[in-house]
Protein backbone atom coordinates (compact mmCIF):
# COMPACT_ATOMS: atom_id res chain seq x y z
CA UNK A 1 0.00 0.00 0.00
CA UNK A 2 1.40 3.81 -0.91
CA UNK A 3 -0.19 6.55 -0.17
CA UNK A 4 0.64 10.11 -1.20
CA UNK A 5 -0.59 13.36 0.35
CA UNK A 6 -1.76 16.48 -1.02
CA UNK A 7 -3.58 20.05 0.16
CA UNK A 8 -1.32 20.90 1.94
CA UNK A 9 -0.05 25.00 2.03
CA UNK A 10 0.09 28.25 3.44
CA UNK A 11 -3.18 29.77 4.71
CA UNK A 12 -4.44 32.73 6.84
CA UNK A 13 -6.36 32.09 10.02
CA UNK A 14 -9.84 31.18 9.70
CA UNK A 15 -8.96 29.95 6.48
CA UNK A 16 -9.75 26.25 4.99
CA UNK A 17 -7.42 23.53 3.41
CA UNK A 18 -8.76 20.23 2.19
CA UNK A 19 -5.86 17.27 2.20
CA UNK A 20 -6.16 14.10 0.33
CA UNK A 21 -4.53 10.84 1.20
CA UNK A 22 -4.55 8.38 -2.10
CA UNK A 23 -3.72 5.28 -2.26
CA UNK A 24 -2.37 3.03 -4.58
CA UNK A 25 -1.65 -1.10 -4.94
CA UNK A 26 -4.74 -1.41 -2.50
CA UNK A 27 -8.21 -1.34 -1.78
CA UNK A 28 -8.38 1.57 0.93
CA UNK A 29 -12.24 0.69 1.82
CA UNK A 30 -10.51 -2.28 3.58
CA UNK A 31 -8.56 -0.25 5.76
CA UNK A 32 -9.34 2.53 8.49
CA UNK A 33 -7.28 5.76 7.79
CA UNK A 34 -5.76 8.24 10.31
CA UNK A 35 -4.08 11.46 9.43
CA UNK A 36 -1.26 12.20 12.20
CA UNK A 37 0.43 15.77 12.10
CA UNK A 38 3.65 17.00 13.47
CA UNK A 39 5.29 20.15 14.77
CA UNK A 40 8.62 20.99 14.60
CA UNK A 41 9.83 20.35 18.32
CA UNK A 42 6.65 18.49 19.22
CA UNK A 43 5.33 14.49 19.20
CA UNK A 44 3.34 13.47 16.11
CA UNK A 45 -0.11 13.53 17.28
CA UNK A 46 -3.27 12.07 15.97
CA UNK A 47 -5.94 14.10 14.38
CA UNK A 48 -8.61 12.28 12.92
CA UNK A 49 -9.58 8.61 12.03
CA UNK A 50 -12.48 7.04 9.60
CA UNK A 51 -12.21 3.04 10.17
CA UNK A 52 -12.53 0.83 7.36
CA UNK A 53 -15.76 1.03 4.86
CA UNK A 54 -17.72 -1.63 6.51
CA UNK A 55 -18.02 0.51 9.81
CA UNK A 56 -17.49 4.06 9.10
CA UNK A 57 -16.78 5.49 11.92
CA UNK A 58 -14.61 8.55 12.83
CA UNK A 59 -12.81 9.91 15.72
CA UNK A 60 -11.33 13.19 16.12
CA UNK A 61 -8.57 14.36 18.59
CA UNK A 62 -10.73 17.60 20.55
CA UNK A 63 -8.86 20.34 19.65
CA UNK A 64 -9.84 19.78 15.98
CA UNK A 65 -13.62 18.81 16.65
CA UNK A 66 -16.12 20.14 14.92
CA UNK A 67 -13.50 22.13 12.61
CA UNK A 68 -11.99 18.88 10.50
CA UNK A 69 -14.42 16.44 8.90
CA UNK A 70 -12.77 12.87 7.43
CA UNK A 71 -13.90 11.62 4.81
CA UNK A 72 -13.84 8.66 2.40
CA UNK A 73 -14.40 8.62 -1.77
CA UNK A 74 -13.96 4.94 -2.52
CA UNK A 75 -14.19 5.86 -6.22
CA UNK A 76 -10.98 7.53 -6.13
CA UNK A 77 -9.40 5.43 -3.51
CA UNK A 78 -9.39 8.68 -1.33
CA UNK A 79 -9.62 9.93 1.84
CA UNK A 80 -10.01 13.62 2.74
CA UNK A 81 -9.64 15.75 5.58
CA UNK A 82 -11.62 18.95 5.19
CA UNK A 83 -9.76 21.43 7.75
CA UNK A 84 -12.26 24.68 8.27
CA UNK A 85 -11.08 27.28 10.84
CA UNK A 86 -7.95 27.30 11.03
CA UNK A 87 -5.42 28.52 13.77
CA UNK A 88 -1.85 29.45 13.79
CA UNK A 89 -1.15 26.06 16.50
CA UNK A 90 -2.52 23.95 13.13
CA UNK A 91 0.53 24.05 11.51
CA UNK A 92 2.39 20.93 11.28
CA UNK A 93 3.83 18.25 8.56
CA UNK A 94 0.69 16.01 8.03
CA UNK A 95 0.84 12.83 7.27
CA UNK A 96 -2.20 10.07 6.62
CA UNK A 97 -1.63 6.44 7.66
CA UNK A 98 -3.31 3.50 7.00
CA UNK A 99 -4.58 0.11 8.88
CA UNK A 100 -6.10 -3.53 7.92
CA UNK A 101 -6.82 -4.01 11.74
CA UNK A 102 -7.56 -1.29 13.93
CA UNK A 103 -8.38 -1.14 17.48
CA UNK A 104 -10.41 1.36 17.93
CA UNK A 105 -8.80 3.02 21.18
CA UNK A 106 -5.28 2.83 19.83
CA UNK A 107 -6.76 5.22 16.61
CA UNK A 108 -4.40 7.71 17.64
CA UNK A 109 -0.99 5.77 18.32
CA UNK A 110 1.22 5.77 15.33
CA UNK A 111 2.50 2.33 15.89
CA UNK A 112 -1.05 0.78 14.96
CA UNK A 113 -0.28 1.54 11.33
CA UNK A 114 1.56 0.04 8.98
CA UNK A 115 1.84 2.09 5.82
CA UNK A 116 2.17 6.28 5.94
CA UNK A 117 2.22 8.98 3.01
CA UNK A 118 5.29 11.14 2.85
CA UNK A 119 3.47 14.25 4.69
CA UNK A 120 2.22 17.64 3.59
CA UNK A 121 3.25 20.84 5.05
CA UNK A 122 0.09 22.71 6.66
CA UNK A 123 1.39 26.31 7.34
CA UNK A 124 -1.67 29.06 9.16
CA UNK A 125 -0.44 32.25 9.24
CA UNK A 126 -1.78 34.41 12.35
Known amino acids: LHLVESGGGLVQSGGSLRLSCVAS????????ISWFRQAPGKEREGVSC?????????YYTDSVKGRFTITRDSAKNTVYLQMNSLKPEDTATYYC???????????????????WGQGTQVTVSS
Open 50 to 58: ITNKIDGST
Open 97 to 115: AATEALWTTMWSSGSTYES
Open 25 to 32: GENLDYYA
